[in-house]
């Protein structure tokens, strides 16, 4: 059928059977206080006032921080469901900490429309956050940045500037009992394993290249010294030797791996623990590069967590602590620890 439309000044014109413009911010505003206001239980007056005071900063927060095509997610029942617990539970404790946390634990489920681990680890993390007090978000992300985080330095120099930047804040709160410990596996953010992982040990195996005194080109056997000198650099520590690269010890057994270097394996495998920094040599670096580091590998090697690694929940949570007590220094996506 033939349509014809007419038009005024500064005028737009749309021809069709269905238009759909998508879920704008006043609509997710709209969408996610609705979910509160229809789904709160009957407070009186003076505490549904406040209740959904707070649950309306915390979504005011929410749909301030996404893109707007992140604001389609509100259709979902699932994402309805997390965002009125979010808001049910900020509006009855009214905590700050907690807030910022559930808002980026909501940003990150938004915008993850997949259904695959990570989206039902930030689904559980959500349920889980308000059960854990700040201390419990500390050590999470501590046991995160000295276990399963390799920062991105090749300078004993950065690491310290990172280690400053990225630990030290987390170090100031860092203080966990047994008890502590047993409720956070309880809570399904811990697991425990035979293996004991002290920080000394920790930072070796991550930070191998940057915890050596290296050794001299003639240590290395003549029948693979042609071949694995051209994998050497000069030794950061001490500029009269020479080490291997600056990675860690997991990076250059997968480089010992390739075809060029396969013969050489064991000899590679040796060079690794000529020089190497014992465990307490590190942790008294570390305490060294400032205050807030001082105590910190006396009390974490003290604590249980030197037998626990994070589950799926752990990570996500601490995660998302880290980037809510560090910011944009730690650029690092969820995607690589939970997919």
């Known amino acids: 059928m033939r349509q014809t439309q007419r038009t005024g000044d500064n005028s737009v014109n749309i021809q ?35 209740a959904s005071e707070r649950a309306h900063e915390l979504t005011d927060k929410l749909i301030s921080s996404l893109p707007i ?13 997390s965002l009125f617990f979010a808001q049910q539970e900020f509006a009855c404790s009214g905590e700050k900490d907690l807030g910022e946390l559930l808002v980026k634990l909501l940003a990150d489920r938004m915008q993850s429309t997949e259904r695959n681990v990570k989206t039902l680890a930030l689904g559980e993390a959500l349920r889980t956050a308000p059960k ?18 390799k920062l991105g330095v090749d300078s004993v120099e950065r690491l310290h500037r990172a280690l400053s930047q990225v630990l030290s804040p987390l170090a100031k709160e860092f203080q966990i009992t047994r008890a502590d410990v047993a409720y956070l596996e309880y809570a399904g953010c811990l697991s425990s394993t035979a293996l004991t992982t002290n920080l000394g040990d920790a930072f070796q195996n991550a930070y191998a290249g940057l915890f050596t005194t290296g050794f001299m080109e003639e240590w290395i056997s003549e029948g693979s010294r042609n ?78 967590l030197v037998n626990c690694q994070l589950t799926a929940v752990g990570t996500t949570l601490a995660y998302t602590n880290l980037k809510r007590v560090v910011g944009d220094y730690f650029d690092a996506e969820l995607d690589i620890w939970v997919y």
């Open 69 to 81: 095509e992140a604001l389609e997610s509100l259709k979902d029942p699932d994402v309805q469901r």
């Open 132 to 149: 854990l007090t700040s201390r419990h978000f500390a050590a999470l992300s501590v046991l995160m940045v000295c276990i399963q985080t």
């Open 227 to 304: 071949a694995l000198m051209p994998l050497t650099q000069k030794c950061l520590r001490d500029p009269k030797m020479i080490q291997l690269p600056t990675l860690s010890k997991e990076e250059i057994r997968k480089l010992a791996e390739q075809k060029a270097l396969k013969a050489h394996r064991q000899e590679i495998e040796r060079l690794m623990g000529i020089g190497l920094m014992a465990a307490g040599e590190i942790e008294r670096e570390i305490s060294e590069i400032d205050e807030d580091l001082a105590d910190f590998p006396n009390r974490y090697n003290a604590s249980s």
């Open 16 to 50: 069709g059977d269905v238009v759909n413009f998508g879920v704008s911010y006043r609509d997710a505003r709209e969408i996610a206080k609705d979910v509160f206001e229809e789904n709160i239980v009957k407070f009186t007056e003076v505490a549904r006032e406040i």
